[in-house]
């Protein structure tokens, strides 16, 4: 079984249902943390409604934390979530480039966020 994630009827990714589920609860953990909404809806019927600009918004936002951070194991515990979440917006470009990367393009934290990004598009079902 899968769920949909999707801009109206586009289809934005499309994982299996455990792995759908730990995104979202991850998401909601870092949009907490953020103290910014991360654009994603609810799983309903197995869809959840992306709204592309706040998800470009939230994207950008974890890009520039992540890249702030000193904090090792902080960085170590986001970094998935991000490539991932970096890859959606990255394969669909979702509301235009995020800004974090192309400002940072020299940071080499962002330059690997991007890697794992491009890494996961790859392998990311839609």
Known sequence: MSQ???NGDDVLWNPATRVAGLFLDM?????RML???????????DECQVDVQAFASFTDALVRYHANSS???????????????LAIAIADNVA???????????????????DLAHQNAAAMPR
């Open 4 to 6: 949909y994630f999707q």
């Open 27 to 31: 998401a909601e953990a870092h949009a």
């Open 35 to 45: 103290g910014i909404p991360s654009g994603l809806g609810p799983m309903e019927e």
């Open 71 to 85: 904090h090792r194991i902080l960085k170590s515990l986001m970094e998935g979530f991000v490539a991932t979440a």
């Open 96 to 114: 235009g480039p995020v800004a974090a990367v192309r400002e940072r393009a020299d940071d080499p934290a962002v330059r690997r966020l991007v």
